[in-house]
């Protein structure tokens, strides 16, 4: 079965520096991976995939994600942060192309960027 | 273009009580999905329509139940509601099983 784990509850950050948020994952065939960010009294909102290709993936709101097959990681980036981002974000698995498995969540990440 | 729409937006129930939530997809997709968020956890998948019928289900008692129409939306009904039920519900859609999914504003239901 597949699993998430987001190891940091927290991240703080100042303004202007540099974010990441960390994500591993476990899956029995290949990862299938995801980040939803979540505002206050929100549903999640899509930031960026990743199937195949290249380890590095962009996403919306200047978001990227590195892909690591061999320390399992996906964590998510940005060069800099903005108060705006100020969100819980989630990272997500499936497996793929194994059928259609769903999609497992972790517990979450509150990103706190100070001004 | 309306993406995932949930109703109602909040809701208050006693235990015992049954409740049924719906959703709308967003427009072009297929699939439903829905999840359920309790307080500072991540979304716990409940089970996944298409095709009017339950393609998959996550690990919840079968006092949850869904329906899929032919217009793709969905309910999603709880029989005898406890206080653990207590959460936000939200929907996702997709274009199929298959591709990512997009959420709707959720529902956020109370049980006293």
């Known amino acids: 079965a597949q699993s998430v784990a987001q190891p940091e509850d927290q991240v703080n950050v100042a303004e202007g520096n540099p974010l990441t948020v960390k994500c591993t994952y476990s899956v029995s065939g290949n990862p299938y991976l995801f980040w939803y960010v979540q505002y206050p009294n929100r549903g999640l909102q899509f930031l960026l995939k990743?199937?195949?290709?290249?380890?590095l993936v962009k996403g919306s709101y200047g978001f990227e994600a590195e892909f690591n097959k061999s320390q399992t990681s996906f964590h998510l980036k940005k060069p800099s942060a903005l108060v705006s981002d100020s969100a819980l974000y989630f990272c997500?698995?499936?497996?793929?192309?194994?059928?259609?498995?769903?999609?497992?969540f972790g517990k979450g990440t509150r990103l706190s960027v100070i001004a | 273009d309306a993406g995932v729409t949930q109703s109602p937006t909040h809701l208050i129930k006693t235990r015992g009580q049954q409740v049924t939530l719906r959703c709308s997809p967003k427009s072009g997709h297929d699939t439903v999905s829905w999840y359920q968020q309790a307080l500072g956890q991540g979304p716990q998948f409940i089970f996944q329509?298409?095709?009017?019928?339950?393609?998959q289900r996550g690990n919840f008692p079968d006092r949850f139940s869904g329906h899929q129409f032919p217009n793709y939306s969905s309910e999603l009904n709880v029989n005898a509601l406890l206080l653990g039920d207590s959460a936000l519900y939200l929907c996702?859609?997709?274009?199929?099983?298959?591709?990512?999914?997009?959420f709707g504003p959720g529902t956020r239901l109370t049980v006293t």
């Open positions: 990743y199937i195949t290709g290249d380890n």
């Open positions: 997500a698995v499936r497996d793929y192309p194994a059928g259609n498995t769903p999609l497992v």
């Open positions: 329509y298409y095709e009017e019928e339950e393609r």
């Open positions: 996702a859609s997709s274009l199929s099983p298959l591709y990512e999914q997009y």
